[in-house]
């Protein structure tokens, strides 16, 4: 058998790929020559005959340059099935969040961590960094790990595929296909800049392989190098201003709420609350415009201060003090990545080939971000003489006289010692911005084995993968040495009285700061270190004939797979509670975390170890029959023990019927069992603190409920239950012509057991209604108060459990279709998703709050509601005649409602959430291409993305925009060399 022959089927065992069989006529990009691709998904019995028995998309490499991605998660955004990516560089939360260059996956929009990922059909480790869902934790692989260019394709099964590849393939499957058996040499060069930014990037791709030993051996090597100059916030005007009411100023319904006010209450403008009954007080500037369109000025200041701009005046400050974060932040990242892959197949000549992959990922990315203020958790004691309080005492301990206390105040109302006071909120701009940088790195190594023995098929390889996240963050404060600061009576002590910029009271600067050399003592840099594997052994064999049915032969395929899987999550010392702040002056521990303006998380890690095992059979029931072209039947279970959580065994059933050649109908059953990440089950108590509101404490007469900051520990679970599903699928296939096929896809998930968290509010909300009844919830820890009254919530505890069940449902569809003409080859696809039903259904918990007739978060119709869209649809076209080519791609996200957005001023709907337009992005390019000279090809093509330059419309998120549903980047620009030698 020569290598050719060997490699055309033998590769395909090793990709062990996951949907039916399917014949596309594909461009390869270096020539008119079409090469038809035998694709054998769905099934792990080599040479099986099972086309179109699932529903599966495929982007081939005309596709993906279609689609000018740059990157593995622009590149999913292009499938409609994909739901919202919540790992994405526009993240805006703090340490917890996963951070840097990654991507999630997220099929079905049914959750990160319900689909499993492949690379050539085996298993992608997962990132180490962890984000919350629905306040939930989850893990994904990094769709950003593979470099886009380097892609032969990508396959996306849109069906539960648990039996063949996995028990937690719940939503489906997606399989990157890379290059692997090449020969020949290429090198792409592309550059691109957005048209009203400074945002430019250049990637340089390349690809080398060779055959030696007499054709034998084949060794291919791509890689990838991008980089990348980002943007801040202010560069773009719907991100510039936290502050989104001015966007909705002609929309009667949100004009002027509040709640689209996104700016912080922890400023530079201190708050502060003062022994002595002076009670709470605030800096501001002198002349104030107030929110609402008044004015405040000196005559109106409870003290004037020494610095003719500022002053100190009572309680905590009009909204107009508030602080625009957003111009301070960075919106994308400045970046630099590289991907290289290698790859080496050997055929020995007596029906053995091996096979190996060497993969290495490493990522850098930059931004910087503004200062931290102070936590409710997080307050801390002043003494009276604090060098700069103004209220301090006539003369220190020493005898100096104190030139900062304020001329001229009543020894009654400030005694001649001073006045202590409790730091309450306070926000150190002008200690500069911290900046962020995060590595993340992957390596993959796999080595096998695969051939034939009679009519058998085999196929065994090792796979070893790890992935590591340096998260690294420069000029963070240390809530201790910031206090040790406030302890002097010197003029070394920081200065917390000096404001921010009177001219402009919301931008993140300060008119007066503090020298350097106060600042230093206590700026800290802070790490987390987090690292995941994976260990895999297999070994599959098939056999497509073992015995003949009417309808053809039998085939069977059976394999054995062991894996261990492991996370490590080290948080910096002053985060984990190894260095925690206690108070100087009274002793208290205040915040087990050290660092200013975060709680604490601790150090985690987990393993398990899953064996698993599984068999499929292939019965083709009728062949040639009438109203039976053929009618297959796929049978297939799998087995697999989970050394946490238990084992279970999963079935399959799908059937394919054609009654005549162009009409095929297809159906699957299949049950899922996914198991809770790691992190779910071994993490440790994190503290958040959030703004809640608490019905317990509603005023009787005006019926106002009052919110606060509320700290909420969340922990892991150790007997947490696997979460399983059902999944059904029903679909038509129509080819009315050779060249144009037309699919509609039916399909809906049930689980159970899903693995969630009530949450601070819903605890809050049924501690109202338990203390109704007579009882309370004991989550809920409130503060003794020394008359006996209901005191203000302290801490609620949280703990991941297997929440309520859920059904999601929908249908597929596309529209494929080829054809020739003088003009030129054509190409259309479209393919579409509409979502018909995503029910979350109460659980015992939160059914006591629908039936005391309260509102429960996350539960009911879910559709359309935190960025679950209805429609979704993609458009990929291309041309193409002798030299020239040309592409279009065009993507549609439907509208959803942003639902912590309320229409107050909406008197038909009261409480009606924000509702979030509808998206649409076109991408097209032109490219010529020169054959003959120095290379064999060379390609050059010219391209814009985001053609008609839209911006993504308004959600009350930090930037003013969804970035798990909408893109930031405006009509981007770009020019593409490709070289082939």
């Not at 065994?460 to 002097?488: M, P």
Request: proline content about 5%.
């Amino acid at each position: 058998m020569s290598t050719s022959q060997f490699s055309s089927g033998a590769f395909w065992a090793l990709v062990a790929v996951f949907a039916p069989a399917l014949v596309l006529a594909q461009d390869n990009d270096d020539s008119e020559e079409v090469i038809e691709e035998l694709i054998v998904v769905g099934s792990q019995i080599r040479g099986a005959d099972v086309e179109g028995t699932l529903p599966v998309s495929v982007l081939s490499m005309s596709d993906i340059d279609a689609t000018g991605a740059t990157s593995g998660a622009e590149l999913l955004r292009s499938i409609p099935q994909i739901g919202e990516t919540n790992f994405n560089e526009s993240v805006t939360t703090g340490v917890n969040a996963a951070r840097g260059d990654v991507g999630s996956i997220n099929l079905r929009g049914l959750g990160t961590g319900n689909t499993l990922v492949l690379i050539n059909g085996r298993r992608m480790v997962l990132h180490p960094g962890t984000q919350t869902e629905n306040l939930v934790p989850v893990v994904t692989p990094n769709s950003n790990t593979l470099p886009v260019r380097g892609l032969q394709r990508v396959e996306v099964l849109r069906d539960g595929a648990s039996a063949i590849y996995g028990t937690d393939a719940v939503a489906g499957v997606i399989n990157y296909v890379l290059r692997d058996d090449y020969d020949g040499a290429e090198l792409n060069v592309n550059y691109g800049t957005e048209s009203d930014t400074g945002f430019k990037q250049t990637v340089i791709d390349g690809a080398i392989g060779f055959n030696f030993n007499g054709g034998a051996t084949n060794v291919t090597l791509t890689g990838s190098f991008a980089t990348r100059d980002g943007i801040m916030a202010a560069e773009k005007g719907f991100a510039a201003n936290a502050d989104l009411r001015p966007r909705v100023a002609n929309n009667p319904d949100y004009a002027g709420d509040t709640q689209l006010d996104g700016r912080s209450t922890a400023t530079n403008w201190g708050q502060f609350d003062f022994d002595g009954g002076l009670g709470r007080l605030h800096v501001r500037p002198l002349d104030l415009t107030t929110d609402s369109g008044g004015s405040l000025g000196s005559a109106d200041c409870s003290f004037l201060l020494n610095d003719s701009s500022v002053c100190l005046d009572g309680g905590s400050g009009d909204r107009a003090l508030r602080l625009n974060r957003n111009g301070a932040r960075t919106l994308i990242s400045d970046r630099d990545r590289s991907n290289v892959f290698a790859f080496l197949n050997h055929d020995f000549d007596n029906a053995v080939e091996l096979f190996g992959e060497v993969g290495y990922y490493r990522a850098v990315s930059n931004r910087v971000w503004e200062q931290a203020g102070n936590l409710s958790n997080g307050r801390m004691e002043v003494p009276a003489d604090y060098y700069w309080n103004p209220l301090g005492p006539v003369t220190f301990d020493d005898g100096r006289a104190n030139p900062n206390r304020l001329p001229g105040l009543d020894p009654l109302v400030v005694p001649v010692e001073g006045v202590s006071f409790r730091l309450r909120s306070f926000r150190p701009i002008d200690t500069g911005p911290r900046r962020v940088e995060v590595t993340n790195e992957s390596l993959r190594l796999l080595a096998g084995l695969r051939g034939t023995f009679g009519d058998w098929d085999w196929d065994s390889a090792v796979l070893y993968s790890e992935a590591d996240t340096h998260d690294q963050t420069d000029d963070r404060i240390s809530s201790t040495l910031f206090q040790q600061s406030l302890l002097l009576d010197t003029p070394d002590a920081y200065n917390i009285f000096n404001g921010g910029n009177p001219l402009d009271p919301t931008a993140p600067v300060t008119a007066n700061p503090n020298p350097q050399s106060v600042i230093d003592p206590f700026l800290i840099q802070v790490n987390r270190k987090s690292s995941t594997s994976i260990k895999l052994v297999d070994f599959k064999f098939s056999n497509p004939s073992i015995f003949s049915m009417p309808g053809g032969d039998v085939g069977i395929g059976m394999g054995l797979e062991y894996r261990e899987e492991d996370f490590v999550e080290d948080r910096d010392p002053r985060s984990d509670g190894t260095t925690s702040f206690t108070d100087a002056l009274t002793g208290s521990l205040v915040n087990v975390s050290d660092m200013l303006g975060s709680s604490a998380s601790p150090d985690s890690s987990g393993e398990r170890d899953v064996t698993s095992a599984y068999v499929e059979f292939l019965l083709p029931l009728l062949s040639d029959a009438p109203f039976a072209q053929s009618l297959d039947v796929q049978l297939a279970a799998r087995y697999e023990n989970f050394s946490d959580v238990g084992s279970i065994t999963k079935p399959r059933i799908a059937a394919s019927w054609y009654p005549i050649d162009a009409l095929q109908f297809r159906a699957a059953y299949s049950e899922g069992f996914r198991a809770p990440n790691l992190i779910q089950v071994h993490q440790g108590q994190v503290s958040v603190v959030n703004t809640r509101s608490d019905p317990a404490l509603v005023d009787p007469i005006t019926g106002v409920v009052p919110s606060y900051g509320v700290q909420e520990v969340r922990e892991g679970n150790m007997d947490l239950k696997p979460e399983e599903s059902e999944n059904t699928s029903f679909g038509i296939v129509v080819t009315p012509l050779d060249a144009l096929t037309l699919t509609l896809d039916f399909w809906k998930i049930d689980q159970e057991g899903v693995v969630g968290i009530l949450g601070g509010q819903n605890h809050m909300t049924l501690d109202g209604v338990l203390r109704a009844q007579g009882s309370s919830n004991p989550a809920v820890q409130r503060e003794i108060t020394g008359d006996g009254s209901l005191g203000q919530v302290e801490i609620v505890f949280d703990r991941y459990i297997n929440f309520q069940p859920r059904s999601i449902a929908g249908y597929d569809f596309s529209v494929n279709y080829g054809f020739d003409t003088a003009l030129g080859d054509f190409d259309v696809k479209l393919s579409g998703a509409r979502l018909t039903e995503f029910e979350q259904q109460a659980g015992p918990i939160t059914q006591q709050l629908v039936e005391a007739g309260v509102p429960a978060q996350n539960v009911g119709n879910l559709i359309e509601q935190e960025f679950r869209p209805k429609w979704r649809a993609t458009l990929i076209t291309s041309w193409r005649k002798n030299q020239w080519g040309a592409g279009l791609s065009a993507n549609y996200v439907g509208k959803v409602f942003d639902i912590q957005t309320a229409a107050d001023n909406d008197t038909d709907n009261p409480g009606a959430p924000l509702p979030v337009d509808s998206y649409y992005k076109v991408n097209v390019y032109g490219d010529y291409r020169i054959e003959g000279g120095f290379a064999e090809e060379t390609r050059v093509r010219v391209g814009i993305r985001n053609l008609f330059d839209e911006e993504p419309p308004l959600a009350d998120e930090a930037y003013g925009y969804e970035g798990s549903l909408h893109s930031w980047m405006g009509r981007y620009i770009y020019a593409d060399i490709n070289i082939g030698f």
